[in-house]
């Protein structure tokens, strides 16, 4: 298997502009979460779907943040505007709850960094 | 709500020499996970290695094991016969069981090899 595949794998930007990151979960994975890495508040979830329905965006920091599963397959994380204060490294993970193992192993894809300019 | 804390940000280890990174954490739930996860420079997350909290014995991969102490709260990691491709920054998590569990993580350390 491939993995969790991530693109692009570096974003640069500027302020105001829309970006978007993109994902591809493990094939047959039913969850699927996003980690956003920053300098001052390190690894932290945003949002987390269960078969392609958003379960908690609890931590989606603001509403210029969203985050779409339109298939089993694919996810998008949007910024729209993009301000400098979002530059981070984002992370996929995927899982799939009905593992032989009960601890639900997260699989991370390689991440996409973004700088917003 | 679960907190980790890494309260070492960097530590240096000679190659060959053992090294141990600590953690704690903050949890009022009896059944939950610990993690070691390795980032190198390529930003890869890769688990180490995994403690069930109702197992007492601690887990051990090839050169890494941890010393699970849960009445303490602490789960440090052990690395032996330290090496090169060691270096990197470590991160502690925590997570409840479920597949809907998210990972909450340390701040974790970075660890450079001496050659």
């Known amino acids: 298997d491939a993995g969790v595949i991530q693109s692009p794998r570096h974003e640069v930007t500027e302020m105001g502009q829309e970006v978007t990151l993109r994902c591809k979960p493990i094939s047959g994975h039913d969850y699927l979460f996003w980690y956003r890495q920053t300098m001052m508040r390190g690894l932290e979830l945003l949002i987390y779907?269960?078969?392609?329905?958003?379960?908690?965006d609890s931590g989606m920091p603001e509403d210029r943040f969203s985050a779409k599963m339109p298939n089993a397959s694919f996810s998008t994380l949007k910024i729209q505007p993009s301000e400098p204060r979002d530059s981070a490294v984002y992370f996929c993970a995927s899982s799939l709850s009905r593992a032989l193992s009960s601890y639900n192993e997260q699989f991370f894809g390689p991440g996409t960094r973004l700088t917003v300019l | 709500a679960q907190t980790v804390t890494q309260s070492q940000p960097e530590m240096s280890v000679q190659e060959a020499e053992t090294v141990t990174l600590s953690c704690t954490y903050d949890t009022s739930e009896s059944d939950y996970y610990l993690f070691w996860y390795k980032q190198p420079p390529s930003r890869q997350m890769i688990l180490v290695i995994r403690q069930e909290a109702y197992k007492q014995q601690n887990a051990t991969e090839n050169r890494f094991s941890v010393n699970f102490q849960k009445a303490a709260k602490s789960f440090s990691l052990k690395i032996s016969d330290s090496q090169l491709g060691d270096a990197a920054m470590y991160f502690c998590?925590?997570?409840?069981?479920?597949?809907?569990?998210?990972?909450?993580f340390g701040k974790g350390i970075t660890l450079s090899v001496r050659p």
């Open positions: 779907f269960n078969n392609n329905v958003p379960i908690d």
């Open positions: 998590a925590y997570r409840r069981p479920g597949a809907n569990s998210k990972l909450t």
